[in-house]
Every structure is written in C-alpha cells, then in structure tokens.
C-alpha cells in the first residue's frame, strides 16, 4: 500500500504507558528527513516501520516519566534516543556490525507530543544532551551519525579530494565531516542552485551544477585529470550511483550512501574494478557508538548543524512540512515544535 503527503494528518492518541525500564519523553523538537519522505512515498522498508502510524525518527526532549528499575535517565533529563538499537547478540552484532543487527529494534513516532522508548533502546542508544545545545541541533545527531559511518567506511583521509553528489541535508553533512577530516578539496555536485550556494557558504571548494556543466569533465578537470580519491553518493538513484563510479580515480573509494528504490540495479564496468582498483562500498544506518559521537561533535560545534536547519513549523503543520520538503529547492531541514 502506498501513501502520500496527503495521508498525513495529525490525530490525537493516549499517552503511551510507561512499563518497567522505559522512559517517556515530551518531544521538544523533531526534524524532517528525506527517509521518512522515500518512506511515505515509496511505501518500503517494512521490517522497519509498518504505515499507518506515528513517523518522525528524529528527536530529542525532555524526560517525564522513568519505568521502574532506572538509575538513568532522571526526570527532567534533556534526552534524544534511538532511532535503534542492536540486540547485541546477533551473529552480525558479535562481529560488531551492530548497524547491520538482525533483531533491530526501531523507533518512530517523534512526530508527537510524546514518545516512548523501548527500554533496550534507554541502555543502548539514549544520550544526554547537554544545556547548550538545542533540541533541533540534538536530532540531527541521527543523519550525522548515518554520515560518521559513512565516512568511516568510505576511509577519507586527510588530504583527499573528495567529491559529493547532492547537496541536500545529507551531501551537506557529508561535506562537513569530510572537511573536518581534513579533505584538501571538496567538490559537490547538485541540479539546484540554492543548495550549491549554501555548500558554498559552508565552505566547499567547488560547487557543480549537474543541469548546467558536464559533471565528468568538470571533476576530471578539478582533479588534474584522474578524478577524485573519494566519491560519495548522496541522493539515492541507481543513475547518480552509477555516475559516482565515473567520477573516482584509479585506486579510489566510491561510497553508496543514498538508498535506491526497491529492486533497482546499477551496471559497473568490470575494467574499473579490475584494472581500475576502484573500491565501490554501500553504507546502512549507523551504530549507537556512532550517535553518541554524532551528539558530541555536534555539542562541541566541531560540526555545526545549525546552518542546515533552515525553518520551523507547529506539529499541527507538519503536512505543510512535508509539502515544503518534496517541492522545495532549498529547504533544508525542518524543526517541528509540539
Ligand atoms: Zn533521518
Ligand atoms: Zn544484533
């Protein structure tokens, strides 16, 4: 069954019951995200959250309610959680894959005045967040630690060069880390102006627009004919996936970072892998390992998220939220306030 943004409607629901171990949270503020738009949309990821019900995965606010048996989180806690948490028992978490966990528990519903957390989720994936920090700025700890693995597998190193396609909210906080890794170069590549120039105000080297310059000469241009050492994709579409392979130097990495549609395929030419050396590399989600990290590079502003927040609306206006993100050129993201 596939839904749409004109499904969406706010409703009133009971207040979850706190059981033993669980924590209850009054959301503060909760950001749009391009996952919860693909799975409205696209209809998937069914293992993962089953429609209808409460979206919105990230979050932070403060804690009401603590379950019997916790010594943590206190009441009153500044607290952002999830939006999973490994089982820790699994073959794949015993070989510390824990993003890739066979029984991962996840949460959804930050779209609400409350939420509730699984209390395997207060142990493993809850985090404290610190006075200084906004609500907002706490939920974007879920995409930048998505972005932390990422950049993690994809091995950037200082003095790469490295090249993103789309400059949405992910390509943006992709370009931020790679740039606090010490990327010598950064290129990004986007069809909206808007999005380039705010790429460029945070900092990037060069700014493509796919619609209006050849991407492959312009790369090859910028990077002394051979390409870049690092490319990631992150828009989510089997043709930039395959472009992102043709953009990478002998030797390189090429990072699949967005999520393609369901049963979608991509050619590789086998002479790149062979001869070329290119290592082509997906990346899913992220560890609880990677949120606390998330949080703590946002609290100490090594990485700044507060440019990439661009608008804030009333929870009661979250379908207008979800119009602005599928037809917008340059919002960003979107804080939503109960
Ligand atoms: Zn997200
Ligand atoms: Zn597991």
Do not use: E, M, Q, S
């Given at each position: 069954m596939l839904y749409g943004i004109g499904d969406l409607r706010v409703e009133d629901v009971e207040v979850p019951e706190v059981d033993a171990g669980e924590v209850l949270v009054r959301v503060k503020a909760a950001t749009t995200c391009g996952t919860d738009l693909k799975i409205l949309q696209r209809g998937y990821v069914e293992k993962v959250i089953k429609l209808p019900t409460i979206f919105g995965h990230e979050w932070a606010g403060d804690v009401v309610e603590v379950g019997e048996g916790?010594?943590?989180?206190?009441?009153?806690m500044r607290v952002r959680a999830g939006n999973s948490a490994p089982c820790l028992r699994c073959i794949m978490c015993r070989r510390g894959r824990y993003n890739l966990c066979e029984n991962m528990i996840w949460l959804w519903?930050?779209?609400?005045e409350y939420i509730k957390v699984p209390a395997h989720m207060v142990l493993v994936n809850t985090q404290e967040v610190p006075q200084h920090v906004s609500y907002e700025e706490a939920a974007v700890a879920e995409p930048l630690a998505c972005v932390l693995h990422g950049v993690e597998e994809a091995g950037v190193k200082l003095g790469d060069t490295v090249t993103i396609i789309g400059a949405g909210p992910i390509g943006l906080l992709h370009l931020l880390t790679v740039k606090k890794i010490g990327a010598e170069k950064t290129i990004i590549i986007d069809l909206v102006e808007e999005r380039l120039s705010l790429a460029k105000r945070l900092g990037v080297d060069e700014a493509i627009n796919a619609g209006k310059e050849d991407v492959v000469e312009r790369v090859r241009q910028l990077t002394g004919g051979y390409g870049a050492d690092v490319v990631i994709e992150a828009i989510g579409l089997p043709a930039t996936w395959e472009q992102a392979l043709n953009l990478v130097r002998k030797g390189g990495a090429v990072l699949e970072f967005g999520g393609c549609p369901p049963e979608t395929e991509i050619k590789v030419d086998t002479e790149l892998l062979h001869y070329g050396e290119v290592t082509v590399l997906g990346a899913f989600h992220a560890t609880p390992l990677h949120f606390k990290k998330a949080l703590n590079l946002i609290a100490s502003r090594?990485?700044?998220?507060?440019?990439?927040?661009?608008r804030k609306l009333r929870l009661k206006d979250i379908k207008e939220a979800f119009e602005i993100l599928s037809t917008s050129k340059s919002e960003i993201k979107i804080a939503i306030n109960p």
């Open positions: 916790l010594d943590w989180p206190r009441k009153g519903g930050a779209y609400a090594t990485i700044d998220v507060r440019p990439l927040i661009t």
